[in-house]
Structure formats: C-alpha cells, structure tokens
C-alpha cells in the first residue's frame, strides 16, 4: 500500500538499520548546531549584540545631535564626521533617508555604538563586512564594534523604508 | 485500505473515477476546481510581476521606476506567498479530506461561503496593491502601514483559509465518527492533517497581527515595532511551515502515484509530522535573530525550534521518501549499482521529475541555507540581504510551488475530467522551471553573499550622496545577469504550467478516463497498479535496503556541514570584533 493508502493495521514497525544510522547521525547534527550557538556567543569573536533599550525616537534624536555637536570633526556630502567619546561611546542615528553621522574610528580600538531611528524601521548593512543589523524606531540596540582593518565602510539601508530607501547610505571610517 | 461502509456510488453525487479507483463525491470537483484556478490566476499575476521586478534589478535593462517596482514587489509577495499557495493548499485540503478518504463533503454549502470568502479578500488586497495603495511591503512594518483596505482584503482572505482548515479536520473527525475511516488515515491524509493544524495556530496568529495592523492603519492605534514584528513573524514564519507539511505531504503523494512507492516506515514517517507540530509556533525569531529586544535565550531556543525538533522532522523525511523511491525501483529492477535505480527513473513522467527537483532543491539549497540563516552568529552576514530572497524562492517556490505543480498535472485532470493538455510540454515543464529557479536562487545567494540588498529598486544604491562603491563589481553585474536570466527561464516554465492548466481545465478533450502523465497513474484507490509487486521495507535485514539513498543522504550531511563551515569561516573572515 502506498501513502495514498491506509496502512492495513499497525503501522509502528522497528526502524531499519541503515535508517537508525541516519537518525544517529541526524540527532547529533541537530544538537551540535543547537550547542554551537551558546559556544559561539560566550568564546567567538563574532557575537550577535542582545543588550538593547528602550527610548524615545525624540528623546534618541536630542542624544544624537548632542553628540553630533560636541564630537563633531569635519563634514562629507553634508553628513557630519565624528569621533567616539572618550570612553569608546557613539551615536548612529537612521532617517529617511540617511545614517548620521559618519563615524571615524580608530583600528583596534572597541566602539559602543548606540544604534536607533528617528522615525521608521531601518536597516544597518556595513559593507563590504556584510554585517547586518534591524534598526528600529523606539529602541536602542547597543552593537560593540572593533575594527582590525582601516579605510572606508560603506553602509546601506537593507530595510525598506519608503520611497528613499534606494539613496539612504551612511559610512564609517576607520583610521590607525 | 479505507473500508467501503459508505453507501455505494449512487445517483448524481457519486462517481467512481476510472482511472484511480476512488469514489468520487462530485459536489467537491467544482470546489477544488474553483480553488486551482484562484491559485493559478495568483500564479500568473504574480509571475508577471517578478519577470518585471527581477528585470529593474539588472541594471542592464532597468525596467521600472521606483515606485511601480515597490508596488510590484508588495503585490508579488502577497500574491504568491499568500494567494496562489494558500488557494493550492485549501483544493488540496479539499481533496485530502474527500475523495483520499472516501468521505463525502460534509457542507458543501459552507465550503462554497469560504472560497468565495477567500476569493473576494485576494481581489481586494491586490487591487488596492495594484492601484498603489500598498506599497510598504506585505509585511508593512511600522510605523509603515498599508491602505486599511489592504488589511481588510488580507483578513477575509484569513477568515476563509481558516474555515477551509477547520473544515478539513472536521471531514476526518466525521470519517472516523462515520466509520467511513476505521483505521489509520491514509500517511498523505495525516501529513495534511499536521498541515491543517499548524494553518489553524498561524492563521489566529495573522488575526492577532494583522488585525491591530488594520486599527493602526485607520488611525485608531499606534502600534510598537519591536511588538509588531514578534506578532507578524508568528503568522509569517508559521506560514512557511504549513507549506513545509503540505509540499512533504505532496512529495509522499508524488512517489505514490509515479512509482507505486509505499512508505519505508510509516511510524517514523508519521513521527516526522509530530515533530514539525511540535516546532509549530517557532522559527519566528528567525526574521528577528538581529533586532534590538530579545533575549540570548529566547533567540536561540526559537530559532533552533527547540533543539532543531523541526529539522529533524526534514531529516527523517529525507531519507524515507529516496529509499521509498529506491525500494519500487529496485523492485522493477533497477537494482546494479547504488544509483541505477535513479539516473533511471521515469524522468519523462512530469510527477516524477517535479518530485526529484522539489526533494534535491528543497534538500540541498533551501534546508541547508535556511539553516544558516537560522544560525544566531551567521545570521549578522544574511540578514535582510538578497541571499534571504534566494533561500526562500529555494523553499517556496523550487520546493513547494514545484511539488504543487507536480500534483497538479494529477488532481486537476482527473476531478476535471478531461485529458491533461500538452504532454510533451508537460514532460519539460518542471526541468524548465527549475533551471531557471536555479539559476536566479544561484544569482540572488551569490548578490546577498557581495553585499546586495532585499527590496531595494537600485540595488547599487548609486543615487545616495554618499557612494558604496563595493555594491558595484564584475562579480555583481554576473549575479545580476543571472537573476534576470533565470527570472526570464523560470517565468517561462511557469508560464507553460499555466498554460498547460488552462488548456487542460477550459480545453481538455473531456473523458471519463482522462489521459494523465505517461505512466497512467500507478496508485490508486487499490494501492500500487500491479505492474510489479513492491516489497515491504524489510526493518530486520542485516543489508542495507536502500544503499543508493543511504548514500545520498550522507553526501548530503557532508554537504551541510561543508555549507555550515563555510559560512563560519566568513564570519570569522570578517575580522572585526562584534558583541
């Protein structure tokens, strides 16, 4: 009979020899890429970013001008260049249809970037890395970052966000 | 076998089909009819949309402006994630619930109200997509909201689909009150069930995410976008699982009918769909593995479905559907070598090649990429990139809409009652489809992996005041290239199904033995057509039984762990420390 089929009466049969190696093998492969994401998150060097808060997208916005104003260093394509505070902290801000600012950092040394939105949902793509994160309106996502290489790092908007989204770009210089 | 306590085929409501064997309840037919077409006029409109939008996306041709390419892309997603697999999936349910158990539809008055329902909720969404009123994606993230109308089309649309499911658990409840069912139902039956069930939960879900999406679009409401998302994913996510039960439910119902294959183990097999109920309401956290708000453990628990309950499921079917396979083929004496059994296989027969395309692609891209996806750490280099696009054209569309096609060439002749229109076209259909799915899946990964993204009109963002000069690269234009290629091949194979469809439902040569695939059908009603006796899978053997898919199933698992490997190196390849 085939699945189309009613089994003619019990159906729970013993499991094959070559079918429980299978299933051996299947079990250990599930629980290592269960296991592996703990281990990552305690010992790689690639972490996700967890620690978030809530605020404000008026209440973000005055922080980051604050922060704009006072770390404030040059200005390209009218996009303010800064530097991270003395200890290590940064603003990065999402609108329609731009990051602000761009963030100089320096090589080896860790960031603590305070990423949120003024208005809509965003995303951050720094590229050529490739590394990606959801910004959203009303929530602070704390995301460390230590650059090892220098140059510039364009960044992109990878989440739709209205009929701008394909200019909204941003960037982050890293220097020795 | 389903008992034949039920009345015997009288009068105009019965009929015995003569080609399967089973009673028909003829009242259901139109039903199902109604539903594939609704699913193929989905199809249509929404291909039509994708051969535009991958066409604006390869700078080569540049097709669209901006803003028809965001109104295509919010219509081509609630028009074939939603429309055509939901329609599919209900005339499956339909045909699960009836003519698969011999059961008569227990009311068909109500199964009208929840088509029509549905009918009525997909012309109101995509109009009012189509007319531009929706233009911030079917997911409409706030404080982006849709015109109230699209909500409201989505909702009926919901509305129905529930019933639909509902009604399918309630014909298995009353075939097994009835005595028309007095022993285990049927393995596609039960995978059906599973799907049914998990389509009830996603589908409250929906109400519970698109039902305040409809108060904050009026006004009514501000909605929170971390909240938001956690509710939308619920529906979204579960979605995707219910077309998981129902393609695998297809795949189980393709190697029947192509090749008398009877289940390995049923018990395992069943098992399998326990546990896909089991990861039922997880999985959504995949779509937020990068988002501001959620705990390190609830990421993980979730996004590994528990320990991977779901994956395993997969596993377990993917062994047992090849070594059903490879056991009816042996049996008809394919049997030198480990692989005879497949490079020999009736690949002339579209059922049969819909199915391997389905199963390999389904396995070997769209598992393992999903996978990845899932992976707390690697989801930082995929998230919202265009290899996410890749990954779910490889799970719904070379897997799921394929298997669908595959089923169709089946049901919709056979409950028409007319031949199946262009054979020969038939025959090529699924290869066609699925090299041009494979080659635009191939050119999506491959912009995702450099860096593009999803949604986005110009992918090289080359009007923002600030430039990205790595989005633009010979590497990229390749992938382009053949995103737009593939997208042509693959519009073109989808066009031959529905042309073949059309053909067969409006045009087809009516007959009481309707004319369908080159095999005739292998499994009906009386079980496998005796053109060879399949053995029972012999669980006590010492020998292997199926050697061909126990090998295949390990370069399968090299396969994953090379994939899984590789996508580590990258991220470690990164360099930069993030925490």
């Not at chain 1, 003395?86 to 602000?100: K, M, N, P, S, V």
């Not at chain 2, 290629?485 to 073949?500: H, M």
Request: proline letters at 5%.
């Amino acid at each position: 009979m085939s699945a189309l089929n009613a089994p003619s009466t019990r159906y729970v049969a013993p499991v094959g020899r070559d079918e429980r190696i299978w299933l051996a093998f299947a079990v250990v492969w599930c629980l290592f890429l269960f296991v592996i994401m703990y281990v990552w998150q305690f010992f790689g060097e690639q972490r996700t970013p967890i620690e978030s808060y809530r605020i404000e997208p008026s209440e973000f916005r005055a922080l980051t001008q604050d922060y704009i104003a006072s770390h404030r260093i040059g200005e390209v394509e009218g996009v303010p260049i800064v530097v991270p505070t003395d200890g290590g902290e940064a603003f990065l801000a999402a609108r329609a249809f731009q990051f602000e600012p761009v963030l100089q950092l320096k090589v080896g040394e860790s960031v603590r970037i305070y990423l949120s939105s003024y208005d809509f949902q965003h995303g951050l793509s720094i590229q050529p890395l490739n590394l990606n994160f959801q910004v959203l309106p009303g929530y602070v996502y704390v995301v460390n970052l230590t650059p090892t290489t220098t140059g510039e790092f364009g960044i992109i908007c990878n989440e739709f966000c209205g009929l701008g989204h394909h200019v909204m770009s941003g960037r982050i210089i890293v220097t020795e | 076998m389903t008992t034949a306590t039920a009345p015997t085929p009288s009068g105009l409501l019965w009929r015995v089909c003569q080609v399967t064997g089973y009673r028909v309840y003829t009242p259901v037919q139109r039903l199902i009819l109604v539903n594939a077409v609704a699913a193929v006029v989905s199809l249509t409109l929404g291909g039509i949309l994708a051969l535009m939008m991958a066409l604006t996306r390869w700078e080569a041709v540049s097709l669209l402006p901006a803003e028809l390419y965001y109104r295509f892309t919010s219509a081509h997603g609630v028009l074939m994630l939603v429309f055509w697999i939901v329609f599919f999936e209900i005339a499956a349910l339909l045909f699960g619930g009836t003519i698969l158990i011999n059961h008569r539809l227990k009311g068909v008055r109500f199964a009208w109200i929840y088509s029509v329902l549905m009918v009525v909720g997909a012309i109101v969404t995509t109009a009012t997509t189509l007319s531009g009123h929706a233009n911030n994606m079917f997911t409409a993230y706030p404080p982006l909201v849709n015109h109230p109308m699209f909500y409201v089309g989505i909702l009926l649309f919901a509305v129905g689909a529930l019933l639909g499911a509902c009604h399918f658990v309630y014909q298995v409840w009353t075939a097994r009150r009835e005595g028309v069912v007095a022993g285990p139902l049927p393995l596609v039956v039960y995978a059906l069930l599973a799907a049914a069930i998990i389509a009830i939960w996603t589908l409250l879900h929906g109400a519970v995410a698109y039902v305040p999406a409809l108060l904050q679009s009026l006004g009514l409401i501000t909605l929170d976008a971390a909240v938001y998302r956690t509710l939308f994913w619920g529906f979204g996510h579960g979605a995707q699982q219910i077309n998981l039960a129902a393609m695998v439910a297809v795949w189980y119902a393709l190697a029947a009918i192509t090749t008398g294959a009877r289940p390995v183990n049923e018990g395992l097999s069943r098992f399998a769909f326990v546990l896909y109920l089991v990861g039922i309401n997880m999985g959504s956290m995949h779509h937020l593995l990068v988002d501001p708000g959620i705990g390190m453990h609830a990421r993980i628990i979730n996004t590994s479905y528990f320990m991977y309950a779901a994956l395993l499921g997969s596993l377990i079917h993917a062994f047992s559907i090849p070594a059903a396979l490879e056991t009816a083929q042996r049996a008809r004496g394919y049997t030198n070598g480990l692989f005879e059994w497949f490079l020999r296989g009736p690949w002339r027969e579209p059922g049969y090649s819909a199915l391997m395309i389905s199963v390999i692609g389904f396995g070997f891209i769209a598992g393992v990429s999903g996978v990845l996806m899932g992976t707390m750490q690697l989801n930082m280099l995929i998230h919202n990139t265009l290899f996410v696009v890749g990954h779910f054209h490889a799970t719904v569309v070379l897997g799921t809409t394929v298997a669908f096609m595959g089923l169709a060439y089946y049901v919709v002749p056979l409950v028409a009652k007319r031949d199946l229109a262009f054979l020969g076209l038939a025959r090529w259909q699924p290869a066609l489809y699925g090299t041009g799915l494979l080659t635009m899946i191939g050119g999506m990964m491959l912009a995702g992996k450099l860096g593009a993204s999803r949604r986005v009109w110009d992918p090289s963002f080359s009007g923002a005041p600030l430039q990205v000069e790595s989005l633009t690269s010979p590497l990229m234009t390749f992938a382009n290239t053949l995103i737009g290629l593939g997208a042509i091949v693959a519009v073109a194979g989808g066009a031959a199904f529905v042309l073949i469809m059309v053909a067969t439902v409006f045009f087809g040569r009516r007959s009481d033995k309707p004319a369908v695939g080159t095999l005739g059908i292998i499994a009906g009603d009386q079980g496998p057509r005796s053109d060879v006796e399949i053995p029972e899978y012999d669980h006590h053997a010492k020998r292997f039984q199926a050697p061909g898919t126990t090998t295949l199933v390990f370069i399968f698992l090299v396969w994953f762990v090379a994939m899984f490997a590789w996508a580590a190196f990258n991220l470690g390849n990164v360099g930069w420390g993030v925490s």
